[in-house]
């Protein structure tokens, strides 16, 4: 099972961030494009802090187990193959008795620096982040720097740890049962919190 280093900052301004990126000579993979996933968590997979994805990423279609150990540079463990389509592999989890809680949306924007991928993400009801990963903590904490981030700000995990942040009277950790996460639908209550009793 490969081991992701990676990390994430939160609340980016993209247009000051793609100008670091160019002034320090990066490529431009793939412009900001629709992502389309589905989550599949049984009560198995989230007594292991795991699930099972199936994203379309706009030029390849990947299905994913993906564990976290514990929220750190190195905590995000994952299997990725690439199938041949969404659907169809959506369709044969279903059969197999897997099927998904939540249809999710998001955005991004992938940047390539010499050994490292930044990405540029945007998901319904957060602010924008960015995902810095790398072969190895010196290289990831290097570019964070170059880019100018500050370590201290840094946060580890999956997209619910950016909400977890940004939405801390929220259950977060709900987001994968809310069926429908798109950018057209209203914040639930689930996520911000508002409504519960203090």
């Known amino acids: 099972m490969k081991t992701e280093i990676e990390v994430k900052f939160l609340g980016v301004d993209f247009d000051k961030l793609r100008q670091s990126l160019a002034r320090q000579n990066a490529d431009l993979e793939q412009p900001m494009r629709l992502m389309r996933r589905v989550i599949i968590e049984t009560p198995e997979l989230a007594a292991q802090n795991s699930f099972i994805r199936v994203r379309d990423e706009g030029n390849k279609v990947t299905l994913t ?43 991004r924007e992938t940047w390539r620096l010499d050994d490292v991928e ?46 977890q942040v940004q939405y801390p009277d929220g259950d977060a950790s709900q987001l994968v049962n809310i069926p429908l996460v798109a950018f057209d639908q209203p914040l639930p209550a689930i996520i911000s919190g508002e409504g519960k009793e203090q």
Do not use: C, M
């Open 65 to 107: 187990y993906k564990r976290f150990d514990e929220h750190s540079l190195t905590g995000a463990k994952e299997i990725e193959l690439t199938v041949n389509s969404f659907n169809d592999t959506i369709a044969l989890l279903e059969q197999v008795g897997l099927a998904h809680k939540s249809f999710q949306e998001s955005r």
């Open 118 to 163: 930044i990405v540029l993400d945007e998901w319904p009801w957060l602010d924008p982040y960015v995902e810095i990963e790398g072969e190895s903590e010196a290289r990831v904490r290097e570019v964070a720097a170059l880019l100018g981030f500050n370590w201290e700000d840094a946060v580890f995990g999956s997209a619910t740890s950016a909400y």
